[in-house]
């Protein structure tokens, strides 16, 4: 079946213009996960969703930074007047629920560069 | 609460072995392991649950020692695909946000 995928998969903006990205997870996963990858550094967590339950945001750096997921399936991420600092590739997972059995399907990411 | 990962790269020739550690200063309900090759998405390999069990996944296995609250891949005989970047994911509940080291990276030539 299809994994989760992620557009675009480039992206360059210029400093302070809005982007969005977008994440389509596997058909039927419920949990889904936004990270951060910038060169040489771990997966920074930045959100979660699970279901109908109030997103755990915990993880979003600024206010700048935002995420919605409609109809309990796609999700897009949006970082406002971006900054030279955002540049990286964000990664989104998926998973079938949260729990002990939770494996993470990520997506080949977006390689955000802000000029 | 980000887990200490060490060493940070390794370089290896084919055939030979190496451990990857990962280590933290809370108590860990879980520890997840994936491998991320170059310009690709990270690819999980085996979650190991507290308890201080073991795992195997072809020639590739884990341990997780609940007391050391530190689990640790083994890659064995390595192979020129187990290049790449490891790395753990720790959680401290079983509904938890799963946090990543910051990776070791492997390099395996012939």
């Known amino acids: 079946g299809a994994g989760v995928s992620q557009s675009p998969s480039n992206k360059v903006t210029e400093k302070g213009k809005d982007v969005e990205l977008r994440c389509d997870p596997i058909s039927g996963h419920t949990a889904l996960y936004w990270y951060r990858q910038s060169l040489g550094q771990g997966l920074e967590f930045l959100i979660y969703f699970q279901g109908n339950s109030a997103p755990d945001k915990s993880g979003l750096p600024s206010d700048r930074f935002s995420a919605e997921r409609t109809g309990g399936s796609v999700s897009t991420l949006t970082i406002q007047r971006t900054q030279q600092e955002d540049s990286a590739v964000y990664l989104c997972?998926?998973?079938?629920?949260?729990?002990?059995?939770?494996?993470?399907?990520f997506g080949p990411g977006t390689r955000l560069l802000v000029l | 609460q980000q887990p200490v990962q060490s060493p940070q790269a390794v370089i290896l020739r084919e055939g030979e072995d190496a451990v990857i550690n990962c280590s933290s200063s809370?108590?860990?309900?879980?520890v997840h392991w994936y491998r991320q090759k170059h310009g690709e998405a990270p690819v999980f390999l085996m979650i190991?649950?507290?308890?201080?069990e073991q795992k195997g996944h072809d020639k590739i296995s884990a341990s997780f020692n609940e007391k050391k609250q530190q689990s640790s891949l083994y890659l064995t005989a390595s192979q020129l695909s187990y290049s790449g970047t490891y790395f753990c994911?720790?959680?401290?509940?079983?509904?938890?946000?799963?946090?990543f080291g910051k990776g070791t990276m492997l390099l395996v030539s012939p």
């Open positions: 994911g720790t959680e401290l509940s079983g509904y938890s946000t799963l946090t």
């Open positions: 997972a998926s998973s079938q629920a949260r729990g002990e059995q939770e494996t993470q399907y």
């Open positions: 809370k108590a860990l309900y879980s």
């Open positions: 190991l649950l507290k308890g201080g």
